[in-house]
């Protein structure tokens, strides 16, 4: 099925702009994390956790070979994945919203501490919010 335009449509734009200029797995971090009331959401997120978890092995290669020579396009996609974010927090899911926001900044943070530090940021607030959704899920 070819993909259909707006289907990851927020206030401030298309998902898919941002995930596409991103390498393989760092693009599907975000699909993933911005798919709430696309599916099953803590399935998506496990999906994310996932794929954070598989960038970390091409992190270093895709900064290397885009962010350093494009300071200016990370810039915006970091920029533009804020602004989801903001819309994310709004739609009740904050612990994903910031878990994007450091996605997107253990992407293209040129220090490889501060990559590091985002990225494990990251993973655990996914897991806190993977935890929430099921606590809220059995009740």
């Known amino acids: 099925?070819?993909?259909?335009?707006?289907?990851?449509?927020?206030?401030?734009?298309?998902?898919l702009d941002v995930v596409v200029a991103l390498p393989f797995a760092q693009g599907n971090v975000l699909k993933y994390l911005f798919r709430?009331?696309?599916?099953?959401?803590?399935e998506d997120l496990g999906k994310a956790l996932f794929y954070l978890q598989q960038s970390r092995d091409t992190v270093d290669l895709?900064?290397?070979s885009?962010?350093?020579?494009?300071?200016?396009?990370a810039t915006r996609l970091v920029n533009k994945v804020d602004e989801?974010?903001?819309?994310?927090?709004?739609?009740?899911f904050p612990l994903?919203?910031?878990?994007?926001?450091h996605a997107i900044r253990a992407f293209t943070a040129r220090p490889r501490a501060a990559r590091a530090d985002a990225d494990a940021n990251a993973e655990?607030?996914?897991?806190?919010?993977?935890?929430l959704l099921n606590k809220f899920n059995k009740e």
């Not at 885009?66 to 396009?73: C, D, E, G, K, V």
């Not at 994903?96 to 926001?101: I, L």
Request: positive net charge; glycine residues 10%; charged residues 25%.
């Open 1 to 15: 099925m070819p993909y259909r335009r707006g289907y990851y449509q927020y206030k401030s734009g298309e998902v």
């Open 36 to 42: 709430p009331g696309k599916g099953r959401y803590v």
């Open 62 to 64: 895709a900064i290397s």
């Open 66 to 73: 885009t962010a350093p020579n494009l300071p200016f396009q």
């Open 84 to 92: 989801f974010a903001e819309e994310l927090e709004e739609r009740g």
């Open 96 to 101: 994903a919203a910031s878990a994007a926001a």
């Open 124 to 131: 655990g607030l996914i897991k806190e919010q993977i935890n």
